[in-house]
């Protein structure tokens, strides 16, 4: 099947998954950290972060963080 990222994001939990770059949605579960640039995951891998996308990727992390404390 073929499907297009925009597709996908729509079907996914909106609350547990973001769009940090026009190629990479990432599970907010996995997030270790985030920088200016990238989102480090758990395993130590980095994803890249739009500038564009910056602010939302970090306020839906720490809303995320949030949620999973209380």
């Not at 990479?24 to 480090?40: G, H, M, R």
Request: glycine share 2%; proline share 1%; hydrophobic share 35%.
């Amino acid at each position: 099947m073929r499907y297009s990222l925009e597709k996908i994001e729509k079907d996914l939990k909106q609350d547990k998954f973001v769009r940090c770059h026009k190629s990479f949605l990432v599970n907010l579960s996995y997030v270790e950290n985030i920088k200016s640039n990238t989102i480090v995951l758990e395993c130590g891998e980095e994803i890249p972060v739009s500038r564009y996308r910056h602010k939302e990727v970090k306020e839906k992390f720490l809303r995320f963080i949030g949620d999973s404390i209380c």
